[in-house]
């Protein structure tokens, strides 16, 4: 009977750390790369989505005949898919998981209300 009991006991610690080890292997599969909004790393221009919205780092530098629509006064700082998190750049809803320059310009640009 105490053996019995003895064996419930370790085969329920057993159990727990089997649920442990799981949900933190589970945590780590689906998110592996967990950054806090500041330390997500920088989009450049050659990231192939950059490319497909013609971002650019700087406003300034974009091709007024390749992207007419683009006005001088349009940035990333300015625009309704973007929260600040430093000085100098963000996040965008676009490009999930990277930081956008608050310079930046890209044809997703939607004035902020
Ligand atoms: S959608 Fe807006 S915030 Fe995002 S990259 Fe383009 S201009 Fe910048």
């Known amino acids: 009977?105490?053996?019995?009991?003895?064996?419930?006991?370790?085969?329920?610690?057993?159990?727990?750390?089997?649920?442990?080890?799981?949900?933190?292997?589970?945590?780590?599969?689906v998110a592996p790369n967990v950054y806090a909004a500041d330390e997500l790393p920088e989009l450049t221009e050659d990231d192939p989505m950059a490319m497909g919205l013609g971002y650019k780092k700087d406003t300034a530098t974009v091709d007024a005949a390749k992207q007419p629509k683009?006005?001088?006064?349009?940035?990333c700082a300015n625009c309704a898919l973007y929260t600040s998190t430093s000085d100098t750049?963000?996040?965008?809803?676009?490009?999930?998981?990277?930081?956008?320059?608050?310079?930046?310009?890209?044809?997703?640009?939607?004035k902020k209300a």
Do not use: E, P
């Not at 159990?15 to 292997?25: C, I, P, R």
């Not at 963000?90 to 939607?110: L, R």
């Open 1 to 29: 009977m105490k053996q019995d009991i003895i064996d419930l006991k370790r085969r329920n610690i057993l159990k727990k750390s089997l649920f442990g080890l799981t949900a933190v292997a589970a945590v780590s599969i």
């Open 70 to 75: 683009h006005a001088a006064d349009q940035s």
């Open 89 to 110: 750049a963000g996040t965008c809803t676009i490009f999930a998981g990277k930081q956008v320059s608050a310079t930046g310009w890209c044809t997703a640009y939607a």
